[in-house]
C-alpha cells in the first residue's frame, strides 16, 4: 500500500506540472494557438497535450476558439481574485496604524455573495471592540458598517438583502422599519460615511467610510463609548482623508 502511494504522487505532481507548462504557453499568445505549437512550446508528446487540454477547456481554464486554445474565464477569476487579496492585504495592514492613531478599534468588512464579511478588526486594551450582541449580517439594517455597505449596493440586491434580513429595531434608536432606512440609504451620497449612534448597541456610536475593492463594496468602521462621540466625527473625518489618500495613490479600487 506505502509503495503504490509513492508511485501515484510523483506522477500527479507531473500531471499538474505538464498543466501549468500548457497553460503558461497559452498565457504567451494573446490571438490563441493550436495544440501542436503548445505541446512542442511545452516540451510534451502530442497524446499528452491533447489530454490535458481537454482537462483544463473542461475546467474552464482554457478555451478552444476556431482551432486555438486562448485563456478561459477561470484564469480571469484567478486573476481578479489575487488582485482583490492583494488590496484587502494593503488595507488590513493599515487599519492597525489608523487604530493607532485615533486610538479606537477600526473595522474592515465587505460584502461578499449577499452577506456581511467582518474580514479584519484591530483593537488593543486600550481601544476595545464594540460588543457584539447581535449577528453582523442579519443586522446590517442597525449599524454604521451595514449601512455603509448597503448604501454602496445597487436596488435589486440592497432589497434582495432586506429580503433575507428583516429590518427589526435592536434599541430604541434603530431605524423603525425598512421604508425608513431605504430613505436614509437614498439620501446618502455614493461614497459618504455613515454615522449611526446607538443603533447597534447602547453605550456605543460608530461611523464607517466607503471603500470600493473592484467590484466589492467594503467599509472601514470605528467605535467609541458614547460618552466620548465628540471625538466621532473629527476621527471619521481624518480616516476618510486617509481612506482617499489610499484612493489616490491607486492602493484600492474606486470602481464598482
Request: aromatic content about 4%.
Amino acid at each position: 500500500m506505502a509503495t503504490a502511494t509513492r508511485t501515484a504522487a510523483p506522477t500527479l505532481i507531473g500531471s499538474v506540472q505538464r498543466a501549468l507548462r500548457l497553460l503558461e504557453s497559452a498565457g504567451s499568445h494573446p490571438d490563441g494557438a493550436p495544440a501542436k505549437q503548445l505541446a512542442r512550446e511545452a516540451g510534451l508528446p502530442l497524446p499528452t497535450a491533447y489530454h490535458l487540454l481537454r482537462t483544463l477547456t473542461h475546467e474552464g481554464y482554457l478555451r478552444r476558439e476556431k482551432g486555438v486554445f486562448v485563456l478561459g474565464d477561470a484564469v480571469d477569476r484567478l486573476v481578479r481574485g489575487e488582485a482583490l487579496q492583494n488590496r484587502r492585504s494593503k488595507i488590513v495592514h493599515s487599519i492597525g496604524h489608523w487604530r493607532d492613531v485615533i486610538g479606537a478599534p477600526v473595522y474592515f468588512a465587505v460584502y461578499h455573495e449577499g452577506e456581511i464579511d467582518l474580514v479584519s478588526v484591530a483593537d488593543s486594551p486600550a481601544a476595545p471592540t464594540a460588543y457584539e450582541w447581535a449577528d453582523l449580517r442579519e443586522t446590517a439594517h442597525a449599524h454604521a458598517i451595514g449601512q455603509c455597505l448597503l448604501s454602496q449596493l445597487d436596488e435589486e440586491s440592497r432589497l434582495d438583502h432586506l429580503d433575507r434580513h428583516p429590518v427589526r429595531p435592536r434599541t430604541p434608536h434603530s431605524v423603525p422599519d425598512r421604508s425608513t432606512l431605504l430613505e436614509r440609504l437614498g439620501s446618502l451620497g455614493r461614497m459618504e460615511p455613515v454615522v449611526e449612534r446607538q443603533e447597534y448597541a447602547l453605550g456605543t456610536v460608530c461611523a464607517a467610510v466607503p471603500v470600493a475593492l473592484g467590484s466589492t463594496a467594503g467599509a472601514v468602521a470605528i467605535s467609541v463609548p458614547l460618552h466620548q462621540q465628540d471625538r466621532l466625527l473629527p476621527a471619521v473625518e481624518w480616516l476618510h482623508r486617509e481612506i482617499d489618500s489610499l484612493l489616490t495613490a491607486g492602493i484600492v479600487s474606486i470602481s464598482i
